[in-house]
Structures are given as C-alpha cells and as structure tokens.
C-alpha cells in the first residue's frame, strides 16, 4: 500500500471518530442530558470519548496537512486559493480554527462551571462543532472530487 493511501485511510478513521462521535453526542447523549438537565451525563460521556477524539482531531490535522500538500503544494496559495482543491483547503483550514477555537472556549469557560444553568450553552457549542465536523467531510470529498456538484 502506497503512502498516500495509508494516510487517507488514517485521515478517513480520524474523521469516523470525531465527527461520529460527535453526531452520537449530538443527536443521542446531548438530548438526553438536556431533558434530564443533567450535566454528568455529558461529562461522562466527554470521559470516555475525550481519550480517542482528541487523537482523532490531531491524526486528522496532521494527515490533512500532508494531504493537503499533495493536492496543493504551493501552500501560500491555500490562503489565496486560485484552485477549486485550494479554495476547499482554506475552508478546511478556517474549520480547523473554528472549532479549536469552539472547543478552547468550551473547556476553559464553560465546562468548569457546568451546572443545569450553562447546559444550554454548552448544546450550542456542541452543535456547531458537530456541523463543523460534517462540513469537514463535505469539503474533504469536494477536494477529492473536483467541487461539490
């Protein structure tokens, strides 16, 4: 098997953990632990989920730069995209920031002080990174395909 192949497979299971896991705690777990305005029951779940996500997020930031290299080398041209592969680059990328930056804001300020109170809060940032997530997937296909329709 080629290296190219290796790291998209590598890429693809890192997308099948964070963003499945995500959709999981979106539309099953989170649910539930608003109904209930039960904070553990999201903390629990971040407990176990936390230990295969976050490597799943870092072998998909570090496979997607490679990939991306591959599609686009001139990586000054990611952030002025003259390709459709780097115009799709640069969207990934600003997804990137997006959610480091939902993410760092979510455990620093509002996962300290979970209660029943910031449940609410919490879901938003839940839900945006988990659109996030399929965004990703959406435009890593339209690198691979040449655009989206």
């Known amino acids: 098997m080629g290296t190219y192949r290796l790291v998209v497979i590598l890429h693809l299971l890192g997308?099948?953990?964070?963003?499945?896991?995500?959709l999981v705690l979106a539309l099953a777990i989170l649910p539930r632990a608003l109904r209930a305005g039960d904070p553990s029951i999201l903390r629990e779940f971040e407990a176990g989920y936390e230990r295969i996500g976050i490597p799943a997020l870092l072998l998909?930031?570090?496979?997607?730069?490679?990939?991306?290299?591959?599609?686009?080398?001139?990586?000054?041209?990611?952030?002025?995209?003259?390709?459709?592969?780097?115009?799709?680059?640069?969207?990934k990328l600003a997804l990137l920031v997006f959610t480091v930056g939902l993410a760092a804001h979510a455990r620093l300020r509002i996962t300290p002080r979970l209660d029943r109170n910031h449940l609410p809060v919490l879901?938003?940032?839940v839900v945006m990174v988990t659109l996030a997530g399929v965004a990703f997937l959406i435009a890593g296909v339209a690198i691979r395909t040449g655009g989206l329709w």
């Not at 997308?15 to 995500?22: C, L, M």
């Not at 730069?65 to 780097?86: C, R």
């Open 123 to 125: 879901a938003w940032h």
């Open 60 to 91: 998909q930031v570090i496979t997607g730069l490679w990939l991306a290299y591959q599609w686009s080398p001139d990586v000054a041209g990611w952030f002025h995209p003259s390709t459709p592969q780097a115009k799709f680059i640069l969207v």
């Open 15 to 22: 997308a099948v953990v964070w963003v499945g896991g995500h």
